[in-house]
């Protein structure tokens, strides 16, 4: 019997009665076992020390009421954003056929009846609005095996088709070359075909042999390597330089909440904000992390994501008015894009110069105007400053990109 036996040894150490039956939920880190007390290791020093602070007790950190919940690693908290990635593919085996021969009472000679085996699986790649990045392909993707066929003519069940749900905008490359472009919702594309199931021995079946033993295993699938690939689907654009705040403009035109911070490449993965017009015309508006010069050789986040603008219809270059020379940026801005893509800086496009709130900003604008021929639209993303100019002359370029698309037939993005 432990109680008594604890109950002294309490009394002892804290010169008085102890009266368990009272006092044992008051009792320090003790846990019940068939009706005795047992005492952990280091509750047993604070009987005689009185005070424990082991915070490895778990027993003592619960009774000192400091138990908070686990924090989540960094590594979980961030979401990475992945826009190209190459998979393996490998579509089902079809079932091998079956040989077997009818054989019941009365019935001793009654023929082959294995049947065929089922078809392998094909794998899709299949468009799925709702998956926003790549992260979540895997590296190898292998379809379903058909099943076997069986006696009693019984044919083998075709394998289900596997999917692999991709975002819009999703390329799909086989070295190097395009094979297909998914930028519609639901939109489909075979990758790999299963093999086609092997025949039973009752497909031998014939005048000159009327038992034959023979079957065929089934086809083996089609293997590929293909490399994925997205782009992003906008409308429009915003190209410009590290911290000339292409995200608080989005931030003003969209209700898309990209990160902003006064440090550069603070965006690291292309986010789309919607610009809502009263006709219920919505344009997407990308805002793409920030480019520097000499991106195309690998420089800052290099060419990862020019490969993003190319799908954009228009441009909207955002110049920082706080920075020395506004002109040399949007020079150097045109000479990446052409060097990525030749032709890929003439697109319909609107140079917007950010930050005209700042005292600098009139001078460096009154320059820029003197050396750039093309309309210049000076807004403060901060402030919210003739950004209705921005909003009109962006929707110019959407019905102009409506109208182009409709002349030549073509069906245009909407969203
Ligand atoms: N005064 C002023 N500051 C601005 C304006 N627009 C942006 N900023 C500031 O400029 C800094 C950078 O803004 P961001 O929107 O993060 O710039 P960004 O172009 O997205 O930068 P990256 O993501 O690094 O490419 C932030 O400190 C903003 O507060 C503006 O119109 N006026
Ligand atoms: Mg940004």
């Known amino acids: 019997m432990l109680l008594p036996r604890f109950s002294k040894l309490i009394a002892r150490c804290f010169g008085r009665r102890w009266d368990l039956k009272e006092n044992v939920r008051n009792m320090p880190h003790t846990t019940g076992r068939r009706g005795g007390m047992i005492l952990s290791g280091c509750c047993r020093e604070r009987l005689s020390v009185v005070g424990c602070f082991a915070a490895s007790c778990s027993l003592c950190t619960t009774s000192r009421g400091s138990s908070r919940k686990k924090e989540l690693s960094e590594k979980k908290l961030t979401s990475y954003f992945v826009d190209q990635r190459r998979v393996r593919l490998a579509a089902g085996s079809g079932g091998k056929g079956s040989c077997s021969f009818l054989s019941e009472p009365r019935k001793e000679w009654g023929g082959p009846d294995g049947g065929n085996g089922g078809d392998g699986g094909n794998v899709v790649i299949k468009v799925n609005q709702q998956v926003k990045s790549l992260s979540a392909i895997a590296p190898v993707y292998r379809g379903h095996d058909g099943q076997a066929g069986g006696s009693k003519n019984c044919f083998g069940r075709n394998a289900n088709t596997t999917y692999i749900h991709v975002p819009v905008g999703t390329v799909i490359k086989e070295n190097g070359n395009t094979m297909a472009d998914l930028s519609r919702e639901g939109q489909e594309y075979v990758a790999v075909y299963g093999g086609a199931g092997g025949k039973g021995n009752r497909f031998f079946l014939s005048n000159e042999n009327r038992a034959p033993v023979t079957t065929t295993p089934g086809e083996k699938g089609q293997e590929r390597v293909l490399q994925l690939e997205l782009l992003t689907m906008a409308h429009a654009g ?72 190319e799908r954009c219809r228009f441009l909207l270059f955002v110049l920082d008015l706080s920075a020395a020379d506004p002109g040399a940026q949007l020079r150097d801005l045109r000479f990446e894009l ?24 009139r001078d460096s604008l009154a320059e820029l105007r003197r050396h750039e021929k093309q309309r210049i639209i000076p807004v403060s993303a901060l402030t919210g400053d003739n950004v209705e100019e921005l909003l009109l002359h962006l929707r110019e370029l959407y019905d102009g990109y409506l109208e182009a698309e409709q002349s030549s037939g073509m069906k245009p993005l909407r969203w």
Do not use: M, W
């Open 238 to 309: 915003l190209v410009g330089f590290p911290n000339a705040g292409k995200s608080s403009l989005l931030r003003a035109i969209s209700n898309a909440r990209p990160a902003v911070a006064a440090y550069p490449f603070t965006t690291l993965k292309p986010h789309v904000g919607i610009v809502q017009y009263q006709d219920y015309e919505q344009v997407a508006v990308a805002d793409i992390p920030g480019i520097i010069r000499g991106a195309h050789l690998n420089r800052g986040l290099g060419v990862s994501f020019l490969r993003h603008i």
């Open 338 to 361: 052409d060097q990525y893509e030749p032709g890929l800086s003439r697109r319909p496009q609107a140079i917007v110069a950010n930050k005209i709130d700042l005292p600098e900003a």
